[in-house]
């Protein structure tokens, strides 16, 4: 509860001083005609906004509660809880550092993979060696494997929730999905529960354009959502099967295959941005709130048909797929009209 009570105190008083805020910092996002099509600059202080709130609730786990994000001290070594908070970190200022001065997709990449690297070495809890699939019976073990697997499942949810973020209050919205799934898995965890409402606090500023979550805030996000799921299978073993991750992140996969195959073949660098993304197509047809809408509901329609409704796997896949050719496809005969 005085967690809380400080957060809502903190938080409250930021947002009075918000502009004067993104003034000191300096970090915005001007509008291009191209890509960025805002009509005036936004502060880039997302990332900042929830790394400062991550950190006083961090502070106040390890101090008065013997917790870290959802798990207890106990389960963490100190050389653990030191690697998972140099991952975190050296991860936001990552996307920080992009956010105001625009690193390269290659140095971004070289970055990551060493940061993550780095990581590993010092903590073996984060490497994924083994999963179970709902249509093999065997547990799959990687063996050899593992490291190069991690490195990859991170470095793949990084870059398609980046290459998702698009429109305001898109982002926000699949990591509430994200994180709420979380909670349902995780028994109603606390810090769960205190990252939706931060991420529901982000998100209404992003609607008022007061602020942009920044490469800084989806990696954040992004990192301790991959701690999170890889904890939650590894230690806590709330996760059985990884297809529950796969759906999770169909969506965002699927779009980010398409535009890496369409790139390719067009001759163009696949990294570099463009309005063909599935968010940019639907806010050219449809508003704002109804264009999130239909995100959210594709975003979260697999894994509600695979958690509740017990659906084979190859029959979501094969619906999701279908569903998402259909609406690119009507989008792009729309928009040409």
């Known amino acids: 509860m005085i967690l809380i009570i400080f957060l809502i105190i903190f938080n409250l008083l930021v947002i009075l001083n918000l502009k004067k805020i993104s003034?000191?910092?300096n970090i915005y996002d001007h509008p291009d005609g191209k890509l960025k099509i805002h009509k005036l600059k936004v502060p880039i202080i997302g990332g900042i906004f929830l790394a400062i709130n991550f950190s006083i609730v961090f502070l106040f786990q390890i101090l008065f509660s013997n917790s870290f994000l959802s798990f207890d001290i106990d389960q963490l070594s100190y050389l653990e809880l030191i690697s998972l908070l140099i991952l975190l970190y050296s991860y936001f200022f990552l996307g920080l550092y992009d956010d105001k001065y625009h690193l390269t997709p290659f140095k971004k990449l070289t970055i990551s993979i060493?940061?993550?690297?780095?990581?590993i070495f010092l903590n073996k809890?984060?490497?994924i060696s083994s999963f179970?699939?709902?249509f093999i019976e065997k547990k799959i073990f990687l063996k050899d494997l593992s490291i190069l697997f991690t490195i990859f499942c991170i470095l793949i949810l990084t870059n398609s929730l980046n290459f998702y973020d698009g429109i305001n209050g898109q982002s926000c919205l699949i990591f509430l999905s994200f994180f709420s799934y979380l909670l349902f898995i995780g028994d109603a965890n606390l810090f769960?529960?205190?990252?939706?409402?931060l991420i529901l606090l982000v998100m209404l500023l992003n609607l008022k354009n007061m602020l942009f979550l920044g490469d800084g805030g989806v990696y954040l996000l992004t990192i301790?959502?991959?701690i999170s799921l890889i904890y939650e299978h590894n230690i806590n073993k709330n996760i059985y099967y990884v297809d529950e991750i796969f759906f999770l992140l169909l969506l965002p996969g699927l779009d980010l295959l398409r535009l890496t195959i369409l790139r390719s073949l067009n001759s163009k660098n696949?990294?570099?941005?463009?309005r063909n993304h599935i968010h940019h197509l639907l806010i050219n047809k449809f508003s704002l709130i109804f264009s999130n809408i239909i995100l959210l509901f594709l975003?979260?329609?697999?894994?509600i048909l695979f958690m509740f409704f017990k659906i084979n796997f190859f029959l979501i896949f094969s619906l999701i797929v279908f569903i998402y050719i259909i609406l690119i496809q009507f989008l792009k005969s729309s928009g040409m009209k």
Do not use: A
Request: hydrophobic share 60%.
């Open 132 to 134: 179970n699939l709902s």
């Open 114 to 119: 060493l940061i993550i690297l780095i990581t």
């Open 270 to 274: 696949p990294f570099l941005g463009d």
């Open 23 to 25: 003034q000191i910092l």
């Open 192 to 197: 769960y529960l205190i990252s939706i409402i």
């Open 224 to 226: 301790i959502l991959s």
């Open 299 to 303: 975003s979260t329609l697999p894994i």
């Open 125 to 127: 809890n984060l490497i």
